[in-house]
């Protein structure tokens, strides 16, 4: 990563927030300043919290459907029964 070269040849995807992660850690008093630097240079290379939202919206949509399902199957509407 520190090369700042992808893999096609071109600046690498997350090489800007290394650059400012990296700047801010050659010059702050305690690694915690730069934490948000931190915090989205490790986003750009995993996407942990997209996939958590992801996740989460999806397990909604989930229980959206499995809800309608039911109440269809028991002829429930906004829990009572019709």
Same mark, same amino acid.
């Given at each position: 990563?520190?090369?700042?070269?992808?893999?096609?040849?071109?600046?690498?995807?997350?090489?800007?927030?290394?650059?400012?992660?990296?700047e801010?850690?050659?010059?702050? =008093?305690?690694?915690?300043?730069?934490?948000?630097?931190? *915090?989205?240079?490790?986003?750009?290379? @995993? %996407? +942990?919290?997209?996939?958590?939202?992801?996740?989460?919206?999806?397990?909604?949509?989930? =229980?959206?459907?499995?809800?309608?399902?039911?109440?269809? *199957?028991?002829?429930?509407?906004d829990? @009572? %029964? +019709?």
């Amino acid at each position: 990563m520190a090369s700042g070269w992808g893999i096609t040849g071109n600046k690498g995807r997350c090489y800007d927030f290394w650059v400012d992660f990296s700047e801010c850690m050659s010059r702050c =008093r305690e690694p915690k300043d730069c934490s948000l630097l931190r *915090e989205d240079y490790l986003e750009c290379l @995993h %996407h +942990s919290k997209e996939f958590q939202r992801r996740n989460r919206i999806y397990k909604e949509e989930q =229980r959206k459907l499995r809800a309608a399902a039911r109440a269809k *199957e028991g002829g429930v509407v906004d829990g @009572h %029964h +019709s």
